[in-house]
């Protein structure tokens, strides 16, 4: 068994377009304090959100081959529109466990909702792809999905206007649809959006439950290890480094808005050279 | 002579982070009817503007070595973040003359300016490299020059709320120190920033002149072909095509945009894989 014990100690590999994947390695990181992560952030090629299906795959597919370079002992896919046009492509070229953000998400909201009508909000290209509402029809026939891509959101987030009136006035745009319709129930089907999650909450309304799959997604990898008996069972000792990030531009750019993000201070982020991948 | 005769026949290549370039490119038709051009929009990695001098300059080598395929007599960089950040690095690998929309635009700035007060308005990376600052002072030693960064404009345009109380209050933001200041010139020095020209001039207000290089650039780049005895004598016949358009990604919606910024329509634009040159 030394091979299992040698595998539970890898680390996971958590990937997304930028730095919004970040709000799902907090919640791992949260969730699963003895398990080690490396993260890859596509700063150089973010956003993917815009971009065709095409493209976002064949971005995604290197990344994961990246990962498995670093001995990941599986992989959580942090970026809903990679979660949305490349899980597929994932699934046939890589054999160890894949997470991905979407259907945790998904699961969730129909627990979630009582008047069966879920609203989605994503980027262009995840509510392009319609995965939201298929999923969740698949699973809640009598449930009713109304998906509004919000493509300005992430561009706000980024510059930092958490809380401002533009940001205020977009939101009021984005969601008119969704509050006329009265669901009850909103998935943030985008990692950017949970740092805006007041201002959305504000404006959508008290009653509307707003889903975050990144909890879920925690729960889901936790679930998964815990199946495959590959979950790290303590802690690794001092001098180990616990997370590891990688990104394909702007090193300190990313560990700036990384650690306005996360608790625990980045110490630094190692540029690669992903088309290399 | 026979060689020279091919090479005046030859296209122009112009290239731009995604669809912003396509302002220098529909300004170079109007001044040069008799060019064709070939376009490339690396719409795959947009944007550039808010990436590091290293990626912009490596994915600009990769953009020039992928026009020099299409036997281009010229290279034009209509992208400012290209221009600020890799035109050192495309002279030094290309041997046929390339133009770039920085330093044209800050020499009709200073030629527009009458009290030496000059705004500059730019993405994050054209303004972070300093460049128009340094070439205006190079050539007008009594220049002031106040360089802002708005990196939500590209955004809103590519959202398309050019005329918009959002875009009006952010550009309100932007150009408030530059207000105060009192410059009396404005160099748009990001190739969407046209598309948003009436906005612009309305916050800044009618006493400023607004200057938008790409006009500039066509006439460079008409001077330095007419110079080196490489402009194109006469329109070429039919069934030449005139005009083509690359792209790295999403050709459908590159060329929607296309389709209401040019008069020309575009009838295609290809995709190429970019990261193979």
């Known amino acids: ?28 990181m949260r969730q699963l304090p003895n398990e080690r992560i490396v993260y890859f952030g596509d700063t150089a090629r973010v956003p993917y959100g815009n971009k065709s299906p095409e493209t976002i795959t064949k971005f995604s597919r290197q990344i994961a081959r990246f990962l498995q370079t670093q001995d990941v002992k599986a992989i959580v896919v942090a970026c809903n529109s990679a979660s949305a046009c490349a899980l597929d492509a994932l699934e046939e070229d890589v054999d160890i466990p894949i997470v991905d953000v979407v259907r945790p998400g998904a699961k969730t909201a129909i627990g979630a909702t009582k008047n069966d009508k879920i609203g989605v909000i994503a980027t262009a290209a995840t509510i392009g792809s319609g995965i939201y509402s298929r999923y969740i029809k698949e699973n809640d026939s009598d449930a009713m999905v109304l998906s509004k891509a919000c493509p300005l959101f992430v561009p706000l987030v ?38 805006i999650r007041s201002t959305i909450g504000r404006i959508i309304g008290e009653d509307v439950t707003l889903v975050n799959p990144a909890y879920e ?6 679930r998964l290890l815990q199946e495959k008996g590959l979950e790290s069972e303590h802690r690794p000792g001092l ?38 991948y």
């Open 239 to 276: 001098g180990t480094e616990l997370y590891r990030f990688f990104v394909s531009d702007a090193a300190d750019k990313f560990q700036k808005f990384a650690n306005s993000i996360l608790t625990y201070g980045i110490l630094s982020a190692k540029v690669i050279n992903i088309d290399e």
């Open 1 to 28: 068994m030394i091979e299992q014990e040698e595998l539970r100690n890898r680390p996971i590999g958590v990937f997304d377009s930028g730095v919004g994947g970040l709000t799902v390695a907090r919640e791992i």
């Open 217 to 222: 997604t925690a729960m889901e990898l936790k």
């Open 158 to 195: 980024e510059e930092g206007l958490w809380e401002d009136p533009v940001t205020d006035e977009i939101a009021r745009r984005y969601l008119a649809e969704l509050i006329d319709v009265g669901i009850d129930t909103l998935i943030l089907g985008c990692t950017h959006y949970p740092i």
